[in-house]
């Protein structure tokens, strides 16, 4: 079966950095899009980003250029993202999904998604 | 960006009504187009792509159709298990966009 497990929820203070993760399964990873979709509080979705684990192509929506990272480690199947200052306004859920391919965007898997809270 | 503008933004329905939701973008997309329903703490689920595709395992109620700027998704006969949010999202051109959702509720 092909999933995308997600880490736990965090709970972070204004200012402090977070990586977040999305381990894939029942697939070959290194060949298949991750995306990154935001759904703040009761939210429509945003995409955010995403990464080709392969070759390491990553495209950033424009609104979040400079506010996150992408990355991945092929080596263990796994995708992140990350902040380096979170805000208040991150706090969010945020889903790792997969496109079909980068020009065939349409998701047909999910990870079930890590609520992130920044307060202070 | 494109920008996708769904209608409603609210529908309330019956059991066994059929349901129409309207898509549509702000340039055309020709039919790169999908959508998803999400339910309350669940993550979206794939449910038509290229504008009339089903996916696997997607109950044949649902349908969608349109191309270029207008789209729609329709659900024959509305069950309770249908109850949730509407999504469309367009992949014509990165960054990929969605709609703002369309909720149906129990009339």
């Known amino acids: 079966e092909v999933q995308l497990v997600q880490s736990g929820g965090e709970v972070k203070k204004p200012g402090e950095s977070l990586k977040i993760s999305c381990k894939g399964s029942?697939?070959?990873?290194?060949?298949?899009?991750i995306a990154w979709v935001r759904q703040m509080p009761g939210k429509g979705l945003e995409l955010m980003g995403i990464m080709f684990p392969a070759d390491s192509d990553i495209r950033y929506s424009p609104s979040f250029q400079g506010q996150v990272t992408i990355s991945a480690d092929m080596s263990i199947s796994t995708a992140y993202l990350q902040w380096s200052s979170l805000k208040a306004s991150d706090t969010a859920i945020y889903y790792c999904?997969?496109?079909?391919?980068?020009?065939?965007?349409?998701?047909?898997?999910w990870g079930k998604g890590t609520t992130v809270t920044v307060s202070s | 960006d494109i920008q996708m503008t769904q209608s409603p933004s609210t529908l309330s329905a019956s059991v066994g009504d059929r349901v129409t939701i309207t898509c549509r973008a702000s340039?055309?997309?020709?039919?790169?187009l999908a959508w998803y329903q999400q339910k309350p703490g669940k993550a979206p689920k794939l449910l038509i792509y290229?504008?009339?595709s089903l996916e696997t395992a997607v109950p044949s109620r649902f349908s969608g159709s349109g191309s270029g700027t207008e789209f729609t998704l329709t659900i024959s006969s509305l069950q309770p298990d249908d109850f949730a949010t509407y999504y469309c999202?367009?992949?014509?051109?990165?960054?990929?966009?969605f709609g703002q959702g369309t909720k149906v509720e129990i009339k």
């Open positions: 999202q367009q992949y014509d051109t990165f960054s990929w966009t």
């Open positions: 290229q504008a009339s």
């Open positions: 029942g697939y070959f990873f290194p060949s298949y899009w």
């Open positions: 340039q055309t997309i020709s039919s790169w």
């Open positions: 999904a997969r496109p079909i391919t980068g020009r065939t965007g349409y998701m047909d898997v």
